[in-house]
């Protein structure tokens, strides 16, 4: 939106609350058309709740309308919801209502499957299994999937509560266990192939320690850009302290409430300093916005989570004897390079395999890193099917 000039604190700040709010407005290259049909309907309906526009017409493209990725979450939650099921990818390569809507599917899944979405659809199996990220969300997987082959199934296991639908677990065990329940509904049988990105490398790591113990046969654990955090002087005796559980119980007050019910200045400052994934997220905090507070709820409680089991891994009391590859990016900084490979030298009896593939820790799902990382999976996957589950070292 233009603006002749921007208004400015007495600091010489712009002075964000005095800014008009921006209006959506349509490409002048694509006129309105009327959805049409049930599906096209029912994703014109979501797509004006979240985004906040009354009148979506079939042409019109979700991300030139102000949409981005961590609103694709909350559109195939919403979706779900209504019975019906569609991918976090599909959204990605289907950006408009009149393109997306013929892939909506009724959905039949097990309703006990609330955590597994699906980013790529497909008849390859085994199908992968990612972790979502520390802020609980699949969206930033879509890249990734779409580099595997022809037909492979992909499901992101999303963070419970994240759409308010079910409690949030608290610890990685939890978790583990959530979600290996939803694995074996959509998956009966190994290999399983399950993978995450930082923090929530702990996660996939503890889901394939229970299988394993459940007699199943995990193909692998490939850890994209895998956790790294230093060591505590000493182990702390759980994970969240009463001050973190207070923050959390404010959290949940805040989401109880009315629409629009925020928390006090001083529980938001400290919720903040968890980091916001962006300032769109940060801001909707102060509103009192539910899906920026049950986003921050699951990075503030990740954060705890993962920090308490990472003590528990590194000094050998959750130890793995199966394979592990952790897919290291190349262009971080040699120390913590180094620093994670040593981390994860201890837990995993065998040893983990190394491969380097391009980008950084935050990014490496993305652009080349994503290429690389669809590459190797694709690999893996044609092993198992071709009956070599050995993979090679690095």
Known sequence: MEMSRLPLTTNGKVDKAALPEPETVRSTSTEYVAPSGAAEQLLAEVWSEILGIERIGAHDNFFELGGNSLLVTQIVGRIRSAGHDISVGDLFDHPTIAAAAPLIQIHTEDPEVRSAVTVRAGTVLPAVFAVHTLTGEVAAFAEVAGHLGEGQQFYGLQERGLTGEDAQPTSVEEMATTYI????????????????????????????????????????????????????????????????????????????????????????????????????????????????????????????????????????????????????????????????????QIPVTRGPEVIDVPGEHSNVFYGEGAQAVGAYLSTEIERLRNGNAGGVSA
Request: without cysteine; charged residues 30%; proline residues 5%.
């Open 181 to 344: 329940g939803e694995v074996l509904r959509i998956q009966k049988d190994g290999p399983y192939v399950l993978t995450a990105q930082s923090g929530s490398s702990y996660v996939a790591f503890e889901m394939a320690r229970q299988l394993t113990a459940m007699g199943k046969d995990v193909a692998g654990v490939y850890l994209m850009a895998p956790a790294r955090q230093p060591f505590a002087r000493r182990l702390p005796s759980q994970a969240f302290s009463k001050s973190d559980r207070k923050l959390l119980d404010s959290i949940e007050v805040a989401l109880d409430g009315e629409p629009g019910t925020t928390l006090d200045r001083r529980t938001e400052k400290r919720l903040l300093k968890y980091g916001a994934p962006d300032e769109e997220i940060a801001q909707g905090v102060r509103d009192g916005d539910k899906h920026a507070l049950r986003i921050m709820r699951a990075l503030a409680t990740n954060r705890l989570a993962y920090s308490y089991y990472g003590e528990l891994m590194h000094r050998g009391m959750r130890n793995y004897d199966g394979r592990v590859v952790l897919l290291m990016p190349r262009d971080d900084h040699p120390k913590p390079y180094k620093w994670t490979l040593e981390q994860w």
